[in-house]
């Protein structure tokens, strides 16, 4: 487990800008665009009452009479839906993320060694291929989704923060307690991590193709990811007359942005959603190709390798 742990490490010591500073800046910048956003609001909305105030003296009272209104009406939930889809969304974008940089992480994973001939240093380590292919797997689905998550949760915080200052004190309108934000700050980021848990098991035969791609090409593992699935579903049209490639690959990764996006949203549907992947039988099928792909991965990586 020490030699495991070690060989983690050396994937974020390899890889710090996309796992460790990526999430950092994207964090930033959305709580950047978050605050730009306010000041322009803040003005059109103002700006309209004294439009509207000096065009029409009758309305010269609109603004506190509407807030007075909000503020008199009981908006107050335990479970106040529209944070919970603007949670949903910035979770979202993390999520989209992350697939982009796992993609690119996962075709170059087994491929760089061999391009700068470290793999020979790598191969004089007390270590076997199995452990470190499956390293680089834990790496790109547990280490990284949890970096990324503590990103997630810190701008989600933020976001329920500046929403309750803009709302509740310059706007004087009344906004959810502080327990029912936290409450729905823990609602969902609980949807995120079993949203990514479930995204993650249907999209490990697309995590073990690139790896595969990587483990095998000599040159350009990004093009022969794309290209060969690609060839097979226009070969198979040409050829068959049909799309089953082409459906299969497409019910895969909907499946996976399903799943994480229902329980983003409603994570209490858990129950639901292990009942339904697990009588799924493309999900089955999935993992039996992924541990193909994996097994492909530790025959070439033990039995060949480029100089």
Not at 231 to 239: C, M, T
Not at 267 to 274: E, R, T, V, Y
Request: aromatic letters at 14%; glycine letters at 6%; one cysteine or more.
């Amino acid at each position: 487990m020490r030699k495991f742990m070690t060989q983690v490490k050396r994937e974020f010591w390899e890889c710090r800008t996309s796992f460790i500073k990526t999430p950092m800046i994207a964090a930033g910048v959305l709580m950047g665009l978050l605050l730009l956003g306010i000041v322009p609001w803040h003005q059109k909305v103002a700006g309209f009452i004294k439009h509207q105030q000096s065009e029409n003296p009758a309305a010269a009272t609109l603004g506190s009479e509407v807030f007075s209104g909000l503020n008199n009406h009981q908006t107050i939930t335990t479970d106040p839906g529209y944070l919970t889809y603007g949670l949903a969304a910035v979770y979202s974008i993390f999520a989209a993320i992350l697939l982009l940089v796992l993609a690119f992480y996962f075709v170059d994973a087994l491929y760089s060694d061999r391009r700068d001939q470290s793999i020979l240093f790598w191969k004089s380590m007390p270590v076997s291929e199995r452990s470190a292919i499956l390293s680089k797997l834990a790496t790109g689905l547990i280490g990284a989704p949890a970096l990324y998550g503590i990103a997630a949760l810190v701008t989600g915080t933020f976001f329920l923060f500046t929403f309750m200052i803009y709302a509740g004190a310059i706007w004087n309108i009344p906004v959810p307690s502080a327990g029912a934000m936290v409450l729905t700050l823990f609602k969902c980021s609980l949807g995120l991590l079993l949203g990514w848990c479930f995204m993650a098991l249907w999209y490990l035969p697309l995590f073990c193709w690139l790896l595969l791609c990587s483990a095998f090409v000599r040159k350009t593992p990004f093009l022969m990811a794309l290209g060969a699935p690609l060839a097979l579903i226009v070969l198979e049209k040409w050829v068959l007359g049909s799309h089953h490639t082409f459906v299969i690959l497409v019910k895969q990764i909907a499946a996976g942005i399903y799943n994480l996006e229902l329980l983003l949203n409603t994570p209490q549907n858990l129950a639901d959603q292990l009942t339904s992947t697990a009588t799924a039988p493309q999900f089955w099928i999935g993992l039996a190709v992924s541990a193909g792909f994996l097994s492909a991965c530790v025959w070439l990586r033990t039995n060949r390798w480029e100089l």
